[in-house]
C-alpha cells in the first residue's frame, strides 16, 4: 500500500501574507481609455505648444515689431513637430519641439534652419519641383490658332499679295481690292490705311512673341536657374499683351471689316497664371539660403533683447532684495535674549512664543494621525 503524499499545512504567517498581499483586478475599461485618452493628449502638438509655449511667445514679443499681429504655426520636422514664429507673412524665428518639461529651443544654426525652413515650406504647399513643361506644351497647341483668321482678312485688305511694310506699301496692297478695300480707304482717309499697317505689325509682333516664348523655354531644359525662370515668366507676359493687342484692332470691331481671328486669349492667361503660380511656390527654395540667413538674424537680435531684458530685470531684483535685507538687519533680532526686567509672562514673550506653540501642535497632530493609520491598518489585518 503506498502512501499518499500530503502537503504541509500552512503556517500562521503564510496565512496572514496571504491576507496581506493585493488582490489581482483587471483595471477597467473606462480607466483604460481615460489612460490611453490622457497619453494621447499629452502626446499630442496641442499639449506641447500648451506647456511651452512661454519661451515662444516670450522670444515673440522681443522678435515682433509692437502692435503687429503675429501666429505660432506647428509644422512636422524630422520626426518630431517645430513651430514657426510667422508675422505678415515673414518667418521671425523657429523652434524645435521639447519635452513636456524643457522649453522650446529656437534654432539659430544655418543648417538647422535651412532644413527647418524647408519643411516649413513643404508644409505650407510649397514645391522644389519646378517644370513648366506642361505650359510649353498648351501655348504650342494655340500657337496657330490665328493664322487662319489672319489669312481671310488679308485677302480682304490685299496684303496677302503684296507686303505691308509701310503706309505707302499698305495703301497699294489696299487698293488693288478695287470692289472693297479700295472704296473704304478712298471714303476714311489715311486712319483706314495705318489700322491695315497697325494689323499687319501686330500680327509679327504676335509671331514673334510665340517664338520667344519657345527660345526662353529651351533654356530650361539643362536645368532651371532664378534668372531663366523670370526670363520665361517675362516671355508669358510679352506673349499675352503681344496676343492682347493684335485682338484689339479696330478692322474687327470699329470697322466691322473682317472677323476676329482666334488669338486664344483664355489660354494663354490661364497658362501664364499656372506658371506664375508654380514659379511663386518655388522661388522661396531659390532663396533658402539667404532666408535662412535672415531669420538667423531676427532670431539672434530677438533673444539679445530678451536676455539683456532679463539680466535688468535681475538686477533690479536684487538691488530690491538688498534693500530689504538691509532693512531687515536694521530691525530688533526676535531671538535675542530677552531683557532680565521683561517678566515671563509680557505679551512680547508671547508673541514670540506662537510660533513655537503652533509647530509643536502640528507635530502632535502629525504623530496622532499617522497612529490612528497604522491602527486602521492593524484592524484590517
Known sequence: MVASAR????SRANV???KLAPKKQSMPLYRQLALLALLLALSSPAYALSQNSSSIMKFASFAIPSGQQFSVQPFPLSGSQAYAVVSGGEVYGIFAQGLPILEDRPLTAPDELESALSAYYLSKGYSRNLSFADVHAGLISVMASHERG???CRILLGTDRTACTSFETCQKACYSV???CLNIALGSGKEFVNEIWKFE??????DAAY???STAYSQLLDGI???EARAYLNALISLNRAATSASKSPLFDGYSYCFEPDYALPVITNMQLTAQKRYAQAEVFFALQDNAMRVRSLTTAALEAKSSAERDAHAAQAAKDAALAGWNQSLPNPLSPLPASMPSDSPVLSSL???LISLAELAVIVAIGAFLVMRGRKKKV
Open 16 to 18: 496572514l501574507l496571504l
Open 150 to 152: 489672319e489669312a481671310k
Open 178 to 180: 478695287t470692289s472693297f
Open 353 to 355: 512664543a506662537a510660533p
Open 211 to 213: 517664338l520667344d516664348e
Open 225 to 227: 536657374t532664378p534668372s
Open 201 to 206: 505689325n501686330g500680327s509679327r509682333a504676335l
Open 7 to 10: 502537503l504541509p499545512a500552512p
